[in-house]
């Protein structure tokens, strides 16, 4: 019987090492196959800005805040964000994708739906580039290269577990010392022998990778099972401690089996 998360994406991704992905995905693209597109942005995300203020600084009239989005895609949610009042940079490493979500920015306008939710509308910057590298970095001109909010979904769970390390220490060092990552956990239930892109990613890993950022957290390569030595296990002194792990009233369906709600939503901070 197929497993609901192999679709033809994991198709293009057999028998590809991870130094093959960026091609892959520049790919679709250009292809036009983007089944993880959602064509709207997260209402986990907004629900959670609007009753959870407390966890975040919001930008005011007089105090600009940053947020990135990486793998942005057509940039729901980087226009989202906006509409919070952040200045928010949409990475993705293919620049057909930051080209769609040019497009989506100028059918967002046409149709009203940019206007603030909270004070005023922050601008939208748009960049093609390595999650991995400074160079986007230094041309946004975010000072000191951190961001205040950082949002990750379907980013972190594209990357294979190999690449996970990486990702979790290069969140850190984007992410400004009082600033805050939101992750929308996804998939959650995703059994680790199903193919990927996307790879499972659960809430205990989640919670081990953030925390020991650059450490394999993995017993091996197979099982995605979080090693003892890291489960459970405080946050290093370089890594992040969550805030809150929720599970969301409202999120796309593809994090739903049914009416069951399977994705998760945490608030990250450094825990220096």
Known sequence: MANKYDRTL??????????DHGTLWNTCWTTDKTPWDRQQ??????????NKPELFEFPTDKTTRTALV???????DVLSLSTF????YGLDLSAKAIEEAKKNEEAWKAAGKLEAKKGHLGNRT???????????????????GKFDLIFDYTFGCALPWEARPAWAKRIVELLAPEGRLVC???PTTKPP????????????????QLGHPGEKIYSNDTDAIVDD??????????????????????????GMEGDVVEDWISVWAPNA
């Open 85 to 88: 009042g952040y200045d928010v």
């Open 193 to 208: 022998s199903a193919r990927g892109p996307p790879y499972n990613f659960t809430p205990e890993a989640y919670l081990a």
């Open 41 to 50: 942005p997260s209402a986990a995300l907004s629900d959670l800005l609007l």
């Open 126 to 144: 748009w960049f093609a580039g390595d999650f991995f590298s400074d160079e986007w970095v230094k041309k946004s001109g975010v000072p000191g």
């Open 229 to 254: 030595k890291w489960a459970g296990s405080p946050p290093s002194k370089d890594g992040l401690k969550r805030l809150v792990h929720i599970k969301p009233e409202r999120t796309h369906p593809a």
């Open 70 to 76: 990486p793998g942005c895609g057509r940039g729901h």
């Open 184 to 186: 929308l956990e996804f």
């Open 10 to 19: 994991s198709d293009d991704f057999d028998g590809h090492g991870y130094s």
